[in-house]
């Protein structure tokens, strides 16, 4: 199984980026999807989740409002997205992105990405 993210970088305060995560290597059709992030010295925490068929959806107070979590299953292939709109410099941190078997506000997910850098300058 692997998970590999992109669509990190450094952004300017108040703009936009996309992030994604293409699964591979197993049936993930009705996984539930989610994303944490570890900001430098702090611990690493779930921020937004999303059942499989998206009735359930949770986002940490924090990003509410600005993040939004989504996932294409076209062609029999899962990708895990998160659209981060009006970023702010408390948003720097390394986004991972994560499946479990189903919903969950735990941390421990079955499968992660690799994590990918989000910066935003102020």
């Known amino acids: 199984v692997q998970l590999v993210e992109s669509g990190g970088g450094l952004v300017q305060a108040g703009g936009s980026l996309r992030l994604s995560c293409a699964a591979s290597?197993?049936?993930?059709?009705?996984?539930?999807t989610g994303w944490f992030r570890q900001a430098p010295g702090k611990e690493r925490e779930l921020i937004a989740s999303?059942?499989?068929?998206?009735?359930?959806?949770?986002?940490t107070d924090a990003v509410r409002g600005r993040f939004t979590i989504s996932r294409d299953d076209a062609n029999s292939t899962v990708t895990v997205y998160l659209q981060m709109d009006s970023l702010k410099p408390e948003d720097t941190a390394i986004y991972y992105c994560?499946?479990?078997?189903?919903?969950?506000?735990?941390?421990?997910?079955?499968?992660w990405g690799q994590g990918a850098q989000v910066t935003v300058s102020a």
């Open positions: 994560t499946l479990h078997r189903y919903y969950t506000r735990a941390t421990q997910w079955d499968y």
């Open positions: 290597g197993g049936t993930f059709s009705t996984y539930a």
């Open positions: 999303r059942s499989w068929g998206g009735i359930n959806t949770y986002y």
